[in-house]
Nanobody
Framework: QGQVVESGGGLVQPGGSLRISCVVS????????VGWYRQAPGKQRELVAG???????RYADSVKGRFTISRDNTKNTVTLQMNSLQPEDTADYYC?????????????WGQGTQVTVSS
């Protein structure tokens, strides 16, 4: 059973940077698509950035040019580097690993890490 543990959230001023990461265990990590989602109070969870096991990353329009997703298959980690943060980036951020194989969908979520952008 897969487990996802995030770290690195916190409070940052507008225009600042923050890096959040997650460690994934219990799965064949390199076969999974990984992504970061976020959910602000009163809003639906949305995809921020996704990175397939092979291929290019994709980003929400609102974060293109500011956020960068990366993965390290040797350490089973996913990192989201966030630059030029704005108050509207404030949300709980969730790391996700998912894969469809053998007719089943495998989907693992972390517990979330809070990012607050405020002066």
């Amino acid at each position: 059973q897969g487990q996802v543990v995030e770290s690195g959230g916190g409070l940052v001023q507008p225009g600042g940077s923050l890096r959040i990461s997650c460690v994934v265990s219990g799965i064949s990590f390199s076969l999974y698509t990984v992504g970061w989602y976020r959910q602000a109070p009163g809003k639906q969870r949305e995809l921020v950035a996704g990175l397939p096991n092979s291929g290019s990353p994709r980003y929400a329009d609102s974060v293109k040019g500011r956020f960068t997703i990366s993965r390290d298959n040797t350490k089973n980690t996913v990192t989201l580097q966030m630059n030029s943060l704005q108050p509207e980036d404030t949300a709980d951020y969730y790391c996700n690993s998912q894969r469809t194989a053998y007719g089943r969908n495998y989907n693992y979520w972390g517990q979330g890490t809070q990012v607050t952008v405020s002066s």
